[in-house]
Structures are given as structure tokens and as C-alpha cells.
């Protein structure tokens, strides 16, 4: 199967569950499958950027902080991808450009990509916080349509982007997540009737001070919606999983070999 994961920027689990209508009405009909991710930590972009696509706790990826660029030098979704002939692409920020693609990250060469030789192939890189979300999304439909990546990453980051300027406790934050929902119930019915499997989650949560980095619940916890082409999903199991089973869960879902650096299991 194909995949496109929506990894949206600091998406708290509690605000998806309250805000994002068109995502539980999925889970409510049993068209999808919902948990909570306990997330890694420090609950920071970058080092998440890598525990969500190697499955791997910080201290055995080594991208300890958001100030530390190089290249991931761990088996990767992208790498693994890549490597068994399926094509990658991704619109998203430009960390994951340096973690995958080159390090540092050339503005000017590197900020759109269409090269098979690269672990993401074709590539959509945005450097400011405040990019439009709505552009972001489109420029991950158009991926969709022009080369029909087996694995493709949506990472929109507006909702951090209010959360580090306002705080998650506004009515901004809150409504930003509803206009997220609202862009994806535009695409996400497209994306299942081209067979992929779509994923949201988030790389971790916001507090009501303006910031993560830390342990509570507020930065920690993320949902994750499996939105499977043919329904049939088990709506909300109100499990709650680790974040490291993201990775080897995507490897399965594209057919590919788990490498015996993800420990753990794939969901069913
Ligand atoms: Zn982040």
C-alpha cells in the first residue's frame, strides 16, 4: 500500500479529539482507527522529526536537540523506501531536507527537489514557521497527483506556530486545528480513492505557555488517526501506544522489511 502521513506540528491529542469534526466523524463510523501516541522526549521538533520516521528513543538517533544538524545516520522510512525502488516526496519544513536529503540546507537548491538519487525525492521545503498551512497542504496534493509517491509526508506547522506565538490555551490554537481539519476533509477523500493509507499525528504537543520541551501531558500526548482506502477502520480504541511503533507501523503498511533497529511491533 501507499502511505501519506500528516505529521501536523504540535497537535495536541486533546485539541484534534475536541476540534477536528471531519477526522472523529472517520473514527465515529469506523472508517478510521484513533490512539493516543505517548510521545518521546524532549518533545522538540527535530529530534521527534527523526523518532517518528527511524523508531528510535533521542539518545539512539542522536539528534538530541533542534540546533544539532547532520544528516540521520539510522535506517529511516526514507532510506528504507528509497532503497526497495519506491518513490519518497515530501512538503515540509526544512529540517527534514537537512535530516534526509543534504545538511546544511542550500535555500536556493535545495528547497525544491526532483532528483531520484535523494532519500526524498521530491521534495517541498518551506523555512518560516509561518508558512500558510493551506499552501502547504496544496503543495503536498500536488505531489499527490504529479508522481503518486508510495510514501508521502505532509507536515503542515501551524499549529505550532500559534502555540510558540499564543499559547495552546486560545482560541486560536484551538480553531487552528479545525482549519487543519477542514483543508484535510478537502484532500483526504482524494488521497484514499488514489489507495493510500493516510496517517495524522502529531511530532508533539503545546503548552499553554508557549513552549514544549517538557514531560506533561500538554506536550507529550498526540493523536494518531489511521484512515485506511477501503474503511473498515475500529474507531477509537483509546489506547494509548508508544510513538515508536509510527515507524515500523509505515514500513508495514508499504510493504517493506522492518529493520532490527525498530523494536517495536507494528500496529495490527
Ligand atoms: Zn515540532
Known sequence: ??????????????????????????????????????????????????????????????????????????PNIFEIAVRNGRTTAAAAHFWFSELYNRAPFDPIEDREVDDPSLLIQHGRFYFEDSFPDQDLFLAAASLARKFTPDYLLVHPMGMDFLGDSVGSATAEYRNHATVQDILLANLVPEWLQRGYV???????????????????????????????????????????????????????LLGLPVPETMKHPPID
Not at 479529539?17 to 505517548?38: D, K, N, P
Not at 522526549?41 to 527523526?50: A, G, K, N
Open 1 to 74: 500500500m501507499k502511505v501519506v502521513l500528516v505529521l501536523s506540528d504540535a497537535l495536541r491529542d486533546d485539541i484534534a479529539a475536541e476540534r477536528m469534526g471531519f477526522l472523529e466523524h472517520l473514527i465515529e463510523t469506523r472508517q478510521g482507527t484513533r490512539y493516543s501516541v505517548r510521545g518521546e522526549l524532549p518533545t522538540l521538533s527535530r529530534p521527534m522529526y527523526e523518532t517518528v520516521h527511524t523508531g528510535l528513543p533521542v539518545t539512539e538517533h542522536g539528534i538530541y536537540s533542534n540546533q544539532l544538524v547532520r544528516r540521520s545516520s539510522v
Open 198 to 252: 493516510v496517517l495524522v499525528t502529531g511530532d508533539h504537543g503545546m503548552s499553554a505557555d508557549h513552549s514544549h520541551g517538557g514531560t506533561t501531558a500538554d506536550v507529550r500526548m498526540v493523536p494518531l488517526y489511521i484512515l485506511p482506502p477501503v474503511g473498515g477502520g475500529q474507531g477509537n480504541t483509546r489506547e494509548t501506544i508508544s510513538q515508536l511503533r509510527v515507524a515500523p507501523t509505515i514500513l508495514t
